[in-house]
């Protein structure tokens, strides 16, 4: 591997290790490899407000499964 080339991986992952403090200081719980998905989504395209809107969606329909669960086994 080239000088070039590790220097390049090195300031990507000095750059999701940033993003992951800040969004851990925002309370986003979005994990590293989550945060990671999303950036290369953002960076192929993909609209940042509708990611969040999709994003806040799954989260929504993941919490009312475990509400649902939660009543199942009661």
């Known amino acids: 591997m080239s000088s070039r080339e590790s220097d390049r991986i090195t300031s990507a992952q ?3 290790d940033i993003l992951h403090e800040m969004s ?5 719980q979005l994990d590293k490899e989550t945060l990671a998905t999303c950036v290369q989504l953002i960076e192929s395209g993909v609209n940042p407000e509708a ?3 999709v994003v806040t969606e799954l989260r929504r329909e ?7 669960q939660s009543l199942k086994t009661q």
Do not use: I, V, W
């Not at 851990?24 to 986003?28: M, R």
């Open 14 to 16: 000095q750059t999701l």
């Open 24 to 28: 851990q200081l925002l309370n986003t």
């Open 51 to 53: 990611l969040a809107a």
């Open 62 to 68: 993941n919490l009312q499964l475990d509400g649902t």
